[in-house]
């Protein structure tokens, strides 16, 4: 039992000296110098959503955000297709819609 027990407090002091290591790299921007080129669907709240949390977190990470395009979902549908087809994709992510309400994005993004 006894052995259990250091083995146990060996694995919480690791844990717990691994996620001090994890904060302060991330103190430290780890992405300062990177830029990530984006299309994004554009338009009605996505605009506020773009203006409030990519200057956050880019402050928060130290990358930069260049948006290449915002279009329709329909638009970006065409976009992606022809883009792939061609070899022709020049962005890093691309998004044509989101997954959750945009009600909800400030409890995703709770710490920023």
Not at 77 to 85: E, I, P, S, T
Not at 100 to 107: C, F
């Amino acid at each position: 039992m006894l052995k259990f027990k250091k083995v146990w407090l060996s694995v919480l002091i690791a844990t717990f000296l691994f996620s001090l290591t994890a904060v302060a790299a991330w103190a430290k921007k780890p992405f300062e110098g990177v830029t990530i080129r984006a299309v994004l669907i554009g338009g009605g709240n996505y605009e506020k959503l773009y203006e409030e949390f990519i200057p956050k977190w880019e402050k928060l990470t130290g990358a930069k955000v260049v948006i290449v395009a915002k279009m329709s979902h329909f638009e970006l549908d065409k976009k992606f297709k022809l883009d792939f087809a061609a070899g022709a994709a020049d962005y890093d992510i691309m998004t044509n819609h989101t997954i959750l309400p945009l009600s909800t994005i400030s409890l995703v993004f709770f710490w920023i």
